[in-house]
Every structure is written in structure tokens, then in C-alpha cells.
């Protein structure tokens, strides 16, 4: 196997030198990201504004066929409407599972890079709470600094009480609750 797989390589570093055409993939190697730590760089060098870096994860057959990837779209990209600048996960099955393997982490959502503390968005934490402007979620849903905004006045909040009954509570015309008791609970 190793035989085969540096012929290959062999081959394919002598076809580079032959037929003399410019690679538009780099891989580079203990890269440095600027801060000290090294990294492996997958650089597409197209210059197309339907250039993309796509990563893609094939497997099974053509009746049992799955894909999967990670997309990253230049802003000047124009292959799709709107993709101009955003990075896609994506797959063509079931959905997708994000997962961490520990059971004391979180799962941090942040805008504007680092550091965590001015640029997180919104965090699941390791007890199942959200945090929406919140750093460290108190409880199950935790709102900070913004409101809570329900445009359709026909749904509303439901809340269950003590002896097991459901209520919805909307808002009429004067800004006063209404409440209206459930035959069933969600």
C-alpha cells in the first residue's frame, strides 16, 4: 500500500514538472496563524468570483449515496444568490448533529471573533440552558439586554401550572393578559 501511494505521489509530482501547470490547491503545513501556534492551510488560489473552498465527504453508493461539507464563500462570490461571505455546513440526509464528546462543554456562538467575554452571541451550556446576551445562563432560557418579541398575538406564552393544567397567555388591545386555559398541553 505505501509502495502504491508513493508511486502515485511519484507520478503525479512528475506530471506537475511535464506538463508545467500552476496548482490552484495548497496544502501548507505548520502554517503559522500569526500568534504563535501552527496549522494546516487548505488554500484554494482561484480568483473566480464562483470561486469557492469546498470540502466535501462522499460515501456509499449511488442508491445509498451521502454528502456531506463545509463551504466557505468569498464576498465577491456570485455562484448563488446570497452566499457572498458566509461559511455553510451542510449534508443531504437526516440533518445534522453538532456534538460535543465531553460532558462539561458548551457550545458558544460568537460574532466579531474574541474575546469571549464582548463577542458571544448566544451559548448552550453543559446543563442544557440558553443564553441569549448572557455569558453564563441561569436558566433554562435566559435573555440579556434585548427583548422577547411575539409578533402574532393568537399564539402566546403557555405555561403549565402546579396541578397539571396548561395556559396560554396573550395580550389584548389595552396591553392587559389574557389567559386561556388549554384542553390538552403541548
Do not use: H
Not at 508513493?6 to 509530482?13: A, E, G, Q, R, Y
Not at 468570483?49 to 463545509?70: C, K, L, M, P
Not at 465531553?102 to 456562538?109: I, L, P
Amino acid at each position: 500500500m505505501k509502495t502504491q501511494i508513493l508511486t502515485m505521489l511519484l507520478l503525479c509530482v512528475i506530471s506537475n514538472f511535464l506538463f508545467a501547470q500552476e496548482s490552484r490547491l495548497l496544502l501548507e503545513t505548520n502554517a503559522s496563524d500569526g500568534i504563535g501556534r501552527n496549522q494546516l492551510d487548505l488554500i484554494n488560489t482561484s480568483d473566480s468570483d464562483r470561486s469557492a473552498s469546498v470540502q466535501r465527504f462522499i460515501t456509499g453508493t449511488t442508491t445509498n449515496q451521502v454528502e456531506s461539507g463545509f463551504r466557505n464563500f468569498p464576498f465577491s462570490y456570485t455562484g448563488v444568490d446570497d452566499y457572498g461571505g458566509y461559511f455553510s455546513i451542510s449534508n443531504n440526509a437526516s440533518g445534522i448533529i453538532f456534538r460535543n464528546e465531553t460532558s462539561n462543554g458548551d457550545f458558544r456562538f460568537l460574532i466579531g471573533g474574541f474575546p469571549i467575554l464582548t463577542n458571544q452571541k448566544m451559548i448552550l451550556d453543559r446543563d442544557g440552558n440558553l443564553g441569549v446576551g448572557a455569558i453564563d445562563p441561569a436558566s433554562r432560557l435566559q435573555v440579556k439586554g434585548g427583548d422577547i418579541y411575539l409578533e402574532d398575538v393568537g399564539t402566546g406564552v403557555i405555561m403549565k401550572s402546579p396541578n397539571g393544567t396548561c395556559w396560554r397567555m396573550t395580550v389584548n388591545d389595552s396591553g392587559n393578559p389574557v389567559f386561556t386555559e388549554l384542553m390538552s398541553c403541548p
